[in-house]
């Protein structure tokens, strides 16, 4: 059964802090990975990762792939209280048009 | 370019009744697709409409429904509803669809079911 999994389910820290988000999968034929950041409704894009090893970058956030442990971590250094939100992780499924999406990490940054 | 917009914002209704929500898609974007958030869950597929054909269904039961308009628009009906209904309903548009790549989220319609 194809599947996304994202732990932790939920965190906290402190501004100031790094933090790693974890999202396995198990999907056929595995095409690109992509994480969002929902903070009040609508999720907004992060990343799109298709190669292993290569990282991808932006401001403070990074994310990077391994296809061969099945997993991806995003990162996020020096947080912010602007931070908070809830980190999604999607994969699509190569047989249709469909994103199958984890639970999500809530990450709370506290002052 | 405007992004994606869902009426309505908010909507109260009673078991046994039936709402249609809409969403409007990025100009040029062909595809939308809809997804049920709930608390502690992650987003669940609905369908997704590429030019006004429904390409895929999630598991959802046959009182969840939906179109898409020549104009890219595109409308979920659920009839029949349920408490467990009570959810966050997103809509999503893209160029060519999930697969692809990123898309492009509405604000959402906040449902609750009494």
């Known amino acids: 059964e194809d599947k996304v999994v994202q732990s932790p389910l939920s965190l906290v820290v402190h501004e100031g802090d790094t933090v790693t988000l974890n999202c396995s999968y198990e999907?056929?034929?595995?095409?690109?990975l992509l994480w969002y950041k929902q903070e009040k409704k609508a999720p907004t894009f992060l990343f799109m990762l298709?190669?292993s090893g290569i990282e991808k970058k932006s401001g403070r956030l990074s994310s990077i792939l391994d296809k061969k442990e099945l997993f991806s971590i995003l990162n996020i250094t020096a947080t912010q209280t602007g931070d908070s939100a809830i980190y999604l992780c999607?994969?699509?499924?190569?047989?249709?048009?469909?994103?199958?999406w984890g639970a999500g990490t809530k990450l709370i940054i506290k002052p | 370019k405007a992004g994606v917009t869902q009426t309505p914002r908010y909507l109260i209704k009673t078991r046994g009744q039936q709402v249609t929500l809409s969403c409007s898609p990025i100009s040029g974007h062909r595809s939308v697709s809809w997804y049920q958030q709930t608390p502690g869950q992650g987003l669940q597929f609905l369908f997704e409409y590429f030019s006004e054909t429904q390409r895929n269904k999630g598991n959802f039961p046959g009182r969840f429904s939906g179109r898409q308009f020549s104009n890219s628009r595109s409308e979920m009906n659920v009839s029949t509803l349920e408490l467990g209904d009570s959810a966050l309903y997103l809509c999503?548009?893209?160029?060519?669809?999930?697969?692809?790549?990123?898309?492009?989220f509405g604000p959402g319609t906040r449902l609750t079911v009494t």
């Open positions: 999907v056929t034929n595995f095409r690109s």
């Open positions: 999607a994969v699509p499924l190569d047989s249709n048009y469909q994103l199958i």
């Open positions: 999503a548009s893209s160029t060519l669809g999930g697969v692809t790549g990123e898309q492009y």
């Open positions: 298709t190669s």
